[in-house]
Nanobody
Framework: QVQLVESGGGLVQAGESLRLSCVAS????????MGWFRQAPGKEREFVAA????????DYADSVAVRFTISRDNAKNTAFLQMNSLKPEDTAVYYC?????????????????WGQGTQVTVSS
């Protein structure tokens, strides 16, 4: 069992930055690929970014690829999402998730554990 707790969300203006953190419980964090997803009001949850267990492999949604950076610190059981040049359309609840799949994934169904989410609001 893995418990995930996100933090770092908040209210910012367009063009500013935020760094989200996701702390995992347990000693097996290194076995999991990690992903970030988001859900805007009235919309389905969507993939944002993913990172492999060693941190060597990353994947991004096209809408965030040049602005967001996913990373992880296995020694601290923590995954991060650095979000730069934020736009109002980035407003959403952001979730981190852990997957035992061998490869990183964009699909929610392939993630085994989810955090409770953290709100990010970007004003124009």
């Amino acid at each position: 069992q893995v418990q995930l707790v996100e933090s770092g969300g908040g209210l910012v203006q367009a063009g500013e930055s935020l760094r989200l953190s996701c702390v995992a419980s347990g000693r097996t964090f290194i076995r999991y690929n990690m992903g970030w997803f988001r859900q805007a009001p009235g919309k389905e949850r969507e993939f944002v970014a993913a990172i492999g267990w060693r941190g060597a492999t990353t994947d991004y949604a096209d809408s965030v690829a040049v602005r967001f950076t996913i990373s992880r610190d296995n020694a601290k059981n923590t995954a991060f999402l650095q979000m730069n040049s934020l736009k109002p359309e980035d407003t959403a609840v952001y979730y981190c998730a852990a997957s035992r799949k061998i490869l990183t994934s964009r699909y929610e169904v392939e993630y085994d554990y989810w955090g409770q989410g953290t709100q990010v609001t970007v004003s124009s």
